[in-house]
């Protein structure tokens, strides 16, 4: 036997040593007393695992928003959904995608009740930290070439210096052409880097604080270093653009390049129950809002996935969640349905009879830091989805969240709570969608080593979320 066989064995005999008590428990409230792991059937553990190994091949094909959007569009295709157009029929059970500037997509299935009694929808970012090209980025120094970035979102620079880093984006062109760039992902692609100094020599930099020891001005990547007689470097990397990709310089001025994390995604552990990949805040929830999409029939309330851009950066933009995108969107819908009868007093009913999860991770408690939480509403790993209390005003109020504790009870999803000790900074799409006046909650998983290059998350946690998204769409 295997030693995660043994495991898997050891975590079906645990589940039915503690399924009594947590029966008599549960009654009232699946508020998790201990980890989900110890609950799970056979047949649940093969979902688990099923799920994570499509969740790890989904999120490395999808580093940025532009690969979000344009490889959702493959999979959910093969799902039946279709493009969203004026003369599209909304009958229930209809499957539909409506992309936002190749950088925000939405899903929809069609429900049985009429749009003025709401909807349900499930909003993520695709968006993720990372290190984008300034907009002219090539320089000389030391005989290597560089690229200049800056950062998209909050990061610790440090954690950024010494991996490996593929480049991918597009360039617009002058000529209304679009040039896609893919390179390091593949084994037999080359990567990038920015290095660090040696302990040999770097003495004069000790007394950095850890927010300092890389200095966002010194996330410069090499990209060249091969000298030539004749040429300088500079001028070997701008033919190579050239003659690669059929781009200039100036082209890089209309460009969407950044570099990211070329890891894969990896399972975590002897027992290999949790993953570690790039990105996992907030894919982690914008792909268990796809395949809970995905897996819906015909829902009572039409359901949507919107998930969107720029979350990162305080959620700005035309492809953001402050912009009037989605309720451009259910103004459509309301409109494809009505004709003439449409009016701005139908289209407010609508958005004030919907409820929404704001779905995004959060710090998980970590093993090695634990009193960074008051550990009694602390996030915990292996736990399921959390429901987040923030205070302070920012909460769901409380009929909207008894109602979100029932449905999650009702369908048997695990479940906890997370408060922030003190004052913790981070926020979601939430308040953006509030505004709207619609019924928001943010809940979603905890999360190690959020922002960093490759963060971890727990298999079951994971599936958890996609289960408890599957629960809310199909919620009375």
């Given amino acids: 036997m295997t030693f995660l066989k043994s495991l898997t064995t050891i975590a079906i005999v645990s589940a039915l040593t503690f399924i009594p008590s947590l029966e008599i428990h549960g009654k009232e409230n699946k508020a998790q007393s201990n980890s989900s792991w110890l609950n799970l059937s056979a047949k649940e553990l093969k979902a688990v695992e099923q799920y994570a190994d499509e969740y790890k091949d989904y999120i490395f094909k999808t580093p940025t928003e532009l690969t979000f959007v344009s490889e959702t569009i493959k999979r959910v295709e093969q799902q039946g959904f279709k493009r969203l157009t004026e003369q599209s029929q909304l009958t229930p059970g209809a499957r539909f995608y409506d992309v936002n500037r190749d950088r925000a997509i939405t899903l929809i299935v069609i429900g049985n ?97 850890a927010r ?30 050239k003659a690669e990709y059929d781009i200039s310089l100036a082209d890089l001025v209309s460009a969407e390049l950044a570099l990211v994390p070329a890891t894969k995604p990896r399972d975590v552990g002897f027992d290999r129950s949790m993953i570690a990949a790039y990105g996992q805040d907030d894919k982690a929830s914008a792909i268990a809002a796809v395949k809970a999409m995905t897996a819906l029939k015909t829902p009572e309330h039409t359901a949507l996935a919107y998930l969107v851009d720029n979350e990162e950066v305080g959620n700005i933009n035309n492809t953001g969640a402050s912009s009037t995108y989605l309720v451009d969107l259910i103004s459509s819908l309301l409109y494809n349905k009505q004709g003439a009868n449409y009016n701005d007093y139908h289209l407010r009913q609508v958005l ?38 923030y205070g302070g005003g920012f909460n769901a109020n409380s009929e909207y969240m008894a109602w979100t504790r029932n449905y999650l009870d009702n369908a048997n999803i695990k479940w906890q709570t997370s408060t922030y000790k003190g004052k913790a900074s981070g926020g979601t799409i939430g308040s953006d969608l509030s505004n709207d006046n619609m019924e928001v909650v943010d809940f979603g998983i905890p999360i190690l080593s959020i922002h960093s290059p490759y963060a971890v998350g727990s298999k079951v946690d994971l599936y958890a979320l996609y289960k408890a998204m599957s629960a809310f769409y199909q919620a009375k």
């Avoid at 919907?354 to 008051?374: F, H, L, Q, R, Y």
Wanted: hydrophobic share 40%; glycine share 8%.
């Fill in 212 to 241: 300092e020891v890389i200095g966002k001005e010194e996330l410069d990547v090499i990209v060249a270093a091969k000298p030539a007689l004749d040429k300088s470097i500079k001028t070997q990397v701008r033919e190579y653009l």
């Fill in 352 to 389: 004030r009879h919907s409820k929404v999860i704001s779905a995004d991770v959060n710090p998980g408690v970590n093993p090695t830091w634990p009193n960074v939480w008051e550990l009694g509403n602390a996030p915990r790993l292996g736990y399921g989805v959390n429901l987040k209390l």
């Fill in 113 to 209: 009740k009429p749009l003025q009694q709401g909807t349900r929808i499930v909003g993520a970012h695709i968006d993720a930290p990372r290190l984008e090209l300034k907009g002219r980025p090539l320089f000389e120094k030391q005989e290597f070439a560089l690229f200049q970035t800056y950062i998209h979102g909050g990061i610790k620079t440090y954690q950024w210096v010494n991996i490996p880093l593929a480049l991918v984006g597009r360039v617009d062109k002058k000529d209304g052409s679009t040039v896609n760039i893919s390179v390091g992902f593949d084994d037999d692609e080359p990567i990038f880097m920015v290095t660090d100094l040696a302990p040999h020599v770097d003495s004069p930099h000790r007394k950095r604080t």
